[in-house]
């Protein structure tokens, strides 16, 4: 490729960045402005008036105001996953073992693969903790190939770091899957008729635990690592490797933490009984409820009450206030759950209140058979997730006609969650919004990035369509 082709390519990549951030509103914009445009759709195709005197008839307002609330428990339970995964990334213990395992690889290929297994390992699991994990894994690496005097393209590290988030979104951790994996959850998003046809739960094992979903999770991540090494600049000059104050950050960064426990507060505050205590009995417990249920027994509380427990154990040495500072850390991201969730409970009773909910399920009954259901499923909710990117937020305004369509039409609901899941985790690639933290941690420009995750998405875009169709003729 000449310096030409390089340029104009940066250039077209430059041009999509200053689009995006031109036209694209704040989240909470978005949020208000779906508000307004449901309510106006409500009123187009429902006889549902704005107002009503009469306190039994259902209006706008009503079925707004009504829903505004419902979602405080789903609130609180999306801010402690977010908190406790970023407390279990961010415990000294982890760092040390993921520094250890950065230094294995003595390639640049290996280097790759390495951060990308890792991370989608962990996002599997926890998608907080993949983030997290990959950003200090690939902080490693970076540092490690600099050490090593390895050549390797950070843009094309971090953005195969970044394309773990694809697995993350679609994992264990993801909101959809487990609001559906807790008991009741998914009957109280849909409308009256539908309630007794959804299923009271769907446990993981129907979801993103199935062998075909995972070896699609296995497929697309090769196909992430070998294109990265596919597309590794061939000219060492045009490598853009770490830079020397980072390397500096990232060696502070290594350094022992230090707690004082000279006064009697300080020794309270940072008391290793008490973390001992609580962790090993609440990590006990969790693996009782494992053991004895299996993964069936996982939902939102209890998975949190798992990553909280595990938590507080890996910060047992360093006491009480230092976990409650990483728990603060990773609070401070999910200020946009507890402001914007409300607003979205009150679109859910919007659909599900007013009957629209009933109108676009039969709408998309109408243009989709069994077979093609979790193609459309899976492009919709990948379009929406631009508007919207937050699984759990969008989840509550899709579920109320989703569910009910995936019921008419006699499709499978776990492969219809795959789907949704999918298309989040797909077009999370192409959007800065869970970019953010990977190019401010690695200082580097979205453009740098995005540039390699592009073709990647094209890619895996066709996969998932055959897979889900594919599966959706066998089940």
């Not at 154990?313 to 990773?330: M, Q, R, S, T, V």
Request: proline share 5%; glycine share 8%; charged share 10%.
């Amino acid at each position: 490729m000449s310096q030409t082709q390089v340029n104009e390519k940066r250039s077209f990549m430059d041009r999509y960045l200053a689009w995006f951030i031109k036209w694209m509103p704040d989240s909470f914009v978005i949020c208000l402005s779906l508000t307004v445009l449901v309510a106006i759709l409500v009123l187009v195709f429902t006889d549902t008036p704005v107002w009503s005197n009469d306190l039994e008839e259902v209006s706008l307002v009503s079925a707004w105001a009504g829903s505004f609330w419902d979602l405080l428990a789903f609130t609180m339970q999306m801010t402690v996953l977010l908190a406790t995964g970023h407390a279990v990334a961010s415990s000294p213990p982890a760092n040390r073992v993921l520094t250890w395992i950065a230094g294995l690889p003595s390639t640049r290929g290996q280097m790759i693969a390495l951060g990308a297994t890792v991370a989608t390992l962990l996002g599997f699991i926890h998608w907080g903790l993949g983030m997290m994990g990959g950003i200090v894994m690939g902080k490693e690496l970076l540092a490690q190939a600099r050490r090593k005097n390895i050549k390797i393209h950070a843009p094309i590290l971090v953005a195969t770091i970044f394309m773990a988030f694809l697995p993350s979104s679609g994992g264990m951790s993801g909101a959809a899957v487990l609001y559906s994996a807790t008991p009741g959850y998914l009957r109280d998003l849909v409308p009256e008729a539908y309630e007794e046809v959804t299923p009271y739960s769907l446990p993981l094992t129907s979801t993103v635990l199935r062998i075909d979903y995972i070896l699609l999770l296995v497929i697309c991540m090769i196909i992430v690592v070998v294109l990265a090494i596919a597309m590794h600049p061939k000219n060492p000059e045009k490598m853009k490797q770490i830079e020397d104050q980072l390397l500096d950050e990232i060696d502070a960064g290594q350094q022992v933490v230090r707690v004082k426990r000279e006064t009697p507060a300080q020794r309270a505050n940072a008391s290793r009984i008490i973390m001992y205590l609580f962790g090993t009995l609440g990590l006990l417990y969790s693996l009782f409820i494992l053991g004895s249920q299996g993964v069936e027994a996982l939902d939102l509380n209890s998975f949190n009450f798992l990553f909280l427990s595990l938590g507080i154990l890996l910060c047992a040495n360093y006491g009480p206030e230092y976990y409650a500072g990483l728990i603060k850390d990773g609070i401070s991201g999910t200020f946009g759950f507890i402001l914007q969730f409300p607003f979205y409970a009150g679109i859910f009773g919007l659909i599900s209140a007013t009957g629209f909910g009933e109108i676009i399920s039969q709408a998309f009954t109408t243009i989709s058979t069994a077979e093609t259901w979790p193609v459309i499923a899976f492009l919709y909710s990948g379009l929406l997730n631009i508007a919207v990117p937050s699984g759990g937020s969008k989840f509550v305004i899709e579920a109320p006609y989703i569910i009910p369509t995936t019921s008419d039409l006699g499709a499978d609901m776990g492969l219809i969650l795959q789907a949704y899941q999918l298309g989040d985790g797909l077009t999370n690639l192409l959007i800065p919004f869970f970019a953010l933290p990977y190019l401010a941690n690695f200082r580097l420009k979205f453009s740098e990035v995005v540039g390699y995750t592009v073709p990647v998405v094209g890619l895996l875009l066709v996969l998932i369509c055959g897979y889900l169709f594919g599966m959706s003729v066998l089940l």
